[in-house]
């Protein structure tokens, strides 16, 4: 499937990449067609910048209000109006969870059924127990702190239909 590859040097940068991904799912949920869930994994080392990335793509999707880490709540929700439609998006932190379905004994599972995006840092925690992911965006971290490697890459035709609109709003 398709991937976009960007080095980003900056915070800024990275803000940059966030926010057009979420300018992007807003129009995907504003358009005329029945939009479905996304489902999108975030991946890398402690530190990469997943928690920084999913704050700048929340806000860039609309949501005004601080975006915490969901690394002891497990998930935090944020609702967003896209157009006449409301979303949610659900950033979830798997890192702590030490069995695969722990996730959904949580009752955690519930939330990819609604109108919205999943955020999933440490999906591999789930194994396979997790729905079809739509993208994987893998975050490596570079030699200075604020530098960072994305790799976008899509998982299904809708994943793949986001990223070429994304790519098409890039510079």
């Not at 080095?7 to 358009?31: D, I, N, P, Y």
């Not at 928690?51 to 700048?56: G, Q």
């Not at 929340?58 to 002891?72: E, F, L, N, R």
């Not at 739509?134 to 200075?144: H, K």
Request: net charge negative; glycine share 8%.
């Amino acid at each position: 499937m398709k991937s976009i590859k960007r080095h980003c040097r900056q915070e800024t940068e990275t803000a940059a990449l966030a926010k057009a991904l979420g300018s992007v799912l807003v129009h995907f949920f504003t358009g005329a067609t029945s939009p479905r869930h996304v489902n999108i994994a975030l991946e890398g080392n402690l530190g990469a910048g997943k928690t920084a990335f999913a704050r700048h793509l929340i806000q860039g999707m609309g949501y005004v209000g601080k975006v915490k880490s969901p690394t002891y709540s497990l998930c935090e929700s944020y609702p967003i109006a896209c157009g006449k439609k409301a979303v949610n998006a659900f950033h979830f932190d798997l890192y702590r969870m030490r069995t695969p379905l722990e996730w959904q004994e949580a009752g955690l599972a519930e939330h990819f059924d609604e109108l919205g995006i999943c955020l999933i840092e440490w999906p591999e925690k789930a194994e396979d127990t997790l729905p079809q992911l739509d993208l994987q965006i893998a975050i490596t971290a570079g030699q200075l702190e604020t530098e960072r490697q994305f790799e976008l890459k899509a998982l299904s035709d809708l994943g793949l239909s986001l990223l070429t609109q994304l790519q098409g709003d890039l510079p």
